[in-house]
């Protein structure tokens, strides 16, 4: 067996501090409105936190970087149409503390290692471009032009384009991510990895193959006019808070709705409204129906029996499935049907640690539904079989006709603010030959075809020695990635390491043999170009397209917009493009124009995105348009199988605390699920706890072992926790680095985040 990989994150001094409280039974209310208060002024100046506060999620404001999820069509709050994490995403992003060149001078890149994701994320706003020299201890500062001039010299010294990888994270604009994928497709390469094959990929490729789209097909006021929600594998009260408003309002309409989680989620449980009267009154709106306790990865068992329930029902008394939309949309449902009849009932629900009566009454809620939705987010996406999991799904959904229609369809719940639109703006490594061509024709010239690295090859490309320039375009890789060891060393090896950046993270210090900063104006600051107030444009969860505008003065002059950088790049790298790069930045009516020629559904772009409220993309499945290869709306065989779990081994989630975003941490609190103080954690079966001999908060190392190499994480406090038995759960990022790199999610390649084997041990 190898040797045990020294990849922890610093350890923290206080991991003692930990307060623990039961866990709550209802989101919102008043201390998420007392929280918001906090985190900005903790940050900034009352007045600054206002004013950016006050135009958020408003028709003409700032677009939350908070999450995807979308703002209404029709009526807009003219106060607070936001939530509590939003306000945390804005005091972190709006903060006036700085990182300038005085910080680096006085903080060598070895002694900021020691520091925890959340220490270097507190420091404050990147106000100057820096660079770290070969060999060098400190980042130093630099000049825009000399930080080009080293990112073309390294970029024209490779031996072939494919040997430098281009990542991206979601809160690019669509101006600046299609100036991005443009500036990467000239240099020569289509090594586009982005944040989506670390989440929504599985996603994409199921629906893609099952509905010809990648994407989902509700719209926001189908929640107000359905019959049944299913929310799987997502926790919206930490993660999408306002969508907890349209869950209310669906209920109020008549709606149910039925939880799938391992985790008593409170934001799936209750709903303290702040922005209602009730909700000041500690009055709140009961959510779920049903709350399915489902066993970690055990959802594809489950499904498969809610289905096998419903044929069952139609065979016995008819009525159940929607056979006119069976036979007029579909394709493949007599060999789904066969598939499913050849399990039992009994041998499903088995996997899935509910009873046989809960899955039954699960599925008559379903079975008295014509209209349902289907929400999930990364607790399907996350698991080698998450394809699979999603298109059982989609089978449940096709069955009831429940796609295509009013109040009804597939909603994956995207995670970054604009994740969705990047890859409408082409951040994609495997690229369509259709979106080439179009390409092509704009620009009347011939961009490469051959497909680039994902997240995943890319890193493995990196430790073979096969590319060797990193850039990212926002994000914080290291931190992200599974496998932090195996990815630390990827990266050290790399010839420069380019991070685009409004905040420190653990990814500039964790480096290429050079290393350059680049401080970016982030969604809230005020962008001008040309004497002209510039707006960018974002996509959300539901294909709205619609502005954003800044409206703080940035901390720094030194900063860029994203556009601007990219340009500079390109025109610093390239030689003969071809492209008229300067225009882009006279005023970006130019790059939108570009778009609207280069992609389809922006026709009109610059008029329809200043209309309030933007614009909604096609959607073919929507309207029961069907662009798969026959042309409907397919039905998938799929088998499940069970995670192989040794004695003494238990299955592990990682997942988000209620006070960080994604590696930003903006708190050590975790306020529903009862943790204070406290991230190296590991929520536990109170009967696993006993079996192992471990008591509540003892601090534990936890290991994994794939392959022969075993992976440990040290110091853990272990808090007995209602989830189900077999099944851990801890925070991302401090457990990646447990995740090998290689288990994937079959055909997306998405790292298995959500079901890992582990072993916990005690510390002698
Ligand atoms: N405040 C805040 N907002 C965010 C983010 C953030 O970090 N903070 N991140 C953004 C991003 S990029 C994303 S992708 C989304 C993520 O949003 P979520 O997907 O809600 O995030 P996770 O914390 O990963 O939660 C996964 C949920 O799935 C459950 N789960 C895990 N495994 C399984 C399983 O096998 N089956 C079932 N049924 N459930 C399971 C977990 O218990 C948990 O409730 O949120 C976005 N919004
Ligand atoms: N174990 C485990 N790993 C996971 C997940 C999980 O659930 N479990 N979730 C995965 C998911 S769903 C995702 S989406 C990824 C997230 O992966 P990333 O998107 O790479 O990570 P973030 O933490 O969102 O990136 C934060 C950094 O982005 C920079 N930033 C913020 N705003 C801007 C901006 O406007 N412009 C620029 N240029 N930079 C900006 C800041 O410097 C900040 O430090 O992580 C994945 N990794
Ligand atoms: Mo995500």
Not at 66 to 81: F, I, K, M
Not at 281 to 292: I, M, P, W
Not at 547 to 568: A, C, T, Y
Request: with cysteine.
């Amino acid at each position: 067996m190898k040797e045990e990989t020294p990849s922890d994150q610093p350890m923290p001094e206080h991991l003692l501090d930990i307060e623990l409280s039961e866990a709550k039974k209802v989101a919102a209310g008043i201390p998420a409105v007392v929280q918001s208060v906090k985190h900005i002024i903790d940050e900034m100046p009352i007045r600054r936190g206002l004013k950016a506060l006050n135009s958020l999620n408003q028709f003409q404001g700032v677009d939350c970087p908070g999450c995807a999820w979308p703002d209404p069509d029709d009526h807009r709050n003219s106060v607070a149409e936001y939530c509590e994490n939003g306000a945390k995403a804005i005091a972190e992003e709006a903060t006036t503390k700085k990182v300038s060149p005085e910080f680096f001078n006085s903080h060598s890149v070895a002694e900021l290692l020691s520091w925890t994701d959340y220490e270097l994320g507190k420091a404050g706003r990147i106000t100057h471009p820096m660079y770290l020299r070969e060999g060098g201890s400190h980042y130093e500062e630099i000049s825009w032009d000399n930080a080009f001039t080293i990112i073309a010299k390294h970029l024209k010294s490779l031996e072939n384009p494919n040997e430098a990888v281009f990542y991206t994270s979601g809160r690019t604009s669509n101006e600046a991510a299609f100036l991005y994928q443009l500036f990467v497709r000239s240099y020569g390469t289509n090594n586009l990895p982005d944040c989506s094959n670390m989440c929504h990929e599985s996603s994409g490729v199921a629906l893609t193959e099952t509905i010809g789209i990648g994407k989902g097909t509700v719209k926001l006021e189908d929640f107000y006019n359905t019959d049944l929600i299913i929310i799987a594998g997502q926790n919206p009260g930490t993660n999408h808070p306002r969508m907890l408003s349209a869950l209310k309002k669906a209920k109020i309409n008549g709606s149910k709705i039925i939880a799938v989680n391992p985790l008593k989620e409170a934001g799936l449980l209750n709903f303290s409204d702040p922005q209602s009267v009730k909700g000041w009154l500690g009055q709140s709106t009961h959510l779920s129906d049903q709350y399915l306790q489902v066993k970690i990865n055990a959802d594809l068992f489950l499904f498969k029996a809610l289905i096998a329930f419903l044929l069952k029902w139609e065979e016995e008394k008819g009525n159940i499935l929607n056979h006119n939309f069976i036979q007029n949309h579909t394709h493949g449902f007599e060999e789904m049907k066969q598939n499913v009849k050849s399990y039992s009932i009994e041998d499903l629900v088995a996997e899935t640690g509910l009873t046989y009566e809960e899955v039954e009454a699960a599925a008559y809620k379903i079975a008295q539904s014509e209209k349902i939705i289907l929400c999930w987010a990364m607790g399907w996406t996350q698991h080698v079989n998450a394809v699979e999991v999603i298109q059982e799904g989609v089978n449940l959904l096709l069955l009831k006709g429940s796609i295509g229609k009013p109040g009804a369809g597939l909603c994956p719940v995207r995670g970054h603010s604009n994740v969705q639109g990047d890859r409408t703006m082409g951040i994609f490594e495997k690229p369509t030959t259709a979106f080439l061509d179009r390409l092509d024709m704009t620009f009347n010239k011939k961009f490469p075809r051959n497909h680039g690295y994902d997240v995943v090859e890319a890193i493995q490309a990196i430790h073979t020695g096969k590319a060797k320039v990193f850039v990212a375009m926002g994000g914080n890789f290291i931190s992200a990635t599974p496998d932090t060891y195996y990815t630390s060393q990827a990266l050290t090896n790399t010839n420069l390491t380019v991070q685009v950046s409004t905040k420190l993270n653990r990814s500039h210090v964790i480096h290429g043999k050079e290393a350059l900063i680049l401080p970016s104006l982030g969604r809230t600051d005020i962008d001008i170009k040309n004497e002209a107030k510039q707006f960018v444009s974002v996509e959300d969860s539901m294909g709205v397209v619609h502005q954003s505008n800044g409206n703080l003065k940035s901390l720094s002059d030194f900063m860029l917009s994203e556009p601007e950088i990219i340009v500079r790049m390109a025109k610093a790298t390239l030689d003969n493009s071809g492209i008229d790069w300067d225009k882009y930045l006279i005023h970006y009516d130019n790059i939108r124009d570009d778009i609207e020629r280069a992609i389809p559904g922006f026709e009109n772009y610059n008029e329809r995105v200043r209309k309030n409220g933007g614009f909604y993309l096609p959607n073919g499945a929507r309207i029961n348009e069907y662009y798969t290869h026959n042309r409907k709306a397919n039905f998938t065989v799929t088998i499940p199988k069970k995670t192989e779990i040794e004695e003494g081994e238990l299955l592990m989630m990682t997942i988000r605390s209620h006070d960080q975003f994604n590696t930003t941490i903006y708190g050590l609190n975790d306020r529903y699920r009862g943790v204070q103080n406290e991230r190296r954690v590991i929520f536990m079966n109170p009967t696993d706890v006993r079996d192992l001999k471990l008591a509540e908060l003892e601090c534990v190392n936890l290991v994994s072992n794939y392959d022969g190499q075993r992976r440990i994480v040290h110091n853990f406090l272990v808090i007995p926790y209602d989830i189900p038995q077999g099944c851990t759960a801890t925070y991302f990022p401090e457990a990646n680095p447990l995740v090998p790199i290689h288990l994937t999610a079959k055909k997306s390649n998405t790292p298995v985040s959500k079901s890992i084997k582990i072993r916990v041990e005690k510390i002698v």
